[in-house]
């Protein structure tokens, strides 16, 4: 089953515009990480949140956690063509990691040129 | 530093036949975890090896197996293969079981089953 919903499912863009991307869960949470994967390929890692975190920045991106509402935002700031691809949120359940990320069905994202 | 690798990069099978997929972690990372990607999906977590153990199992049947070795690679092996199997295999490899630290994900593996 999938903890994680993303919003919107798909979203596209010009290029040097903000993205905002939303995803809500289930269930008490360790963490939060968000993914970006490029076209079915490898998934790789963007930022860590921990639930006791309410906002993280890195480079362009800023990623906040709320945890009354069970929601995070991944903002991806001053768009590029190159960060054209699909956006994961995956949550590490309070029970431990062999539980493994929960993953949600993505956001894919579209810059135009 | 050697990222995570996997091999092969696409796989054809037929169903009911077997197929093994394999996984080397990033240098100095001792647990590997597997996930099923379908099409259009997110991944979803089948098992976790620590020091060759299975440490963590997601909701998927006895038929889908693993291994891990004591340089930390793994195998991914799946019988009696149905048409449902079809999908991308990725592995990830950290350096402890918890969730608290950064995962490396592989490329992954395509596994088509017709």
């Known amino acids: 089953s999938q903890q994680g919903e993303e919003d919107p499912q798909a979203l596209s863009i010009q290029e040097g515009e903000n993205a905002t991307m939303n995803c809500s869960y289930k269930?008490?949470?360790?963490?939060l990480q968000w993914y970006r994967q490029n076209s079915g390929r490898g998934l790789v890692h963007l930022i860590l949140?921990?639930?006791?975190?309410r906002e993280k920045h890195s480079g362009r991106l800023r990623v906040t956690l709320d945890t009354s509402k069970k929601s995070s935002s991944l903002l991806i700031t001053a768009s590029r063509a190159a960060d054209t691809a699909s956006y994961f949120c995956?949550?590490?359940?309070?029970?431990?990691?062999?539980?493994?990320?929960?993953f949600g069905k993505g956001t894919h994202l579209i810059i135009q040129p | 530093e050697t990222g995570v690798t996997q091999s092969p990069t696409h796989l054809i099978k037929t169903r009911g036949q077997q197929v093994t997929l394999r996984c080397s972690s990033q240098?100095?990372?001792?647990?590997v975890s597997w996930y099923q990607q379908a099409l259009g999906q997110g991944p979803q977590f089948i098992f976790q090896?620590?020091?060759?153990?299975?440490?963590g199992r997601g909701n998927f049947p006895p038929r889908f197996s693993g291994l891990q070795f004591p340089n930390y690679s793994s195998e991914l092996n799946v019988n009696a293969l149905e048409l449902d199997d079809s999908a991308l295999y990725l592995c990830?490899?950290?350096?402890?079981?918890?969730?608290?630290?950064?995962?490396?994900f592989g490329p992954g593996t395509r596994l088509t089953v017709l």
């Open positions: 990830a490899s950290s350096s402890g079981t918890s969730l608290g630290d950064e995962q490396f």
């Open positions: 269930t008490s949470i360790n963490n």
């Open positions: 949140i921990r639930s006791n975190e």
């Open positions: 995956a949550t590490a359940l309070m029970r431990g990691g062999a539980d493994g990320l929960t």
């Open positions: 240098s100095g990372h001792n647990t």
């Open positions: 090896y620590y020091r060759e153990e299975e440490n």
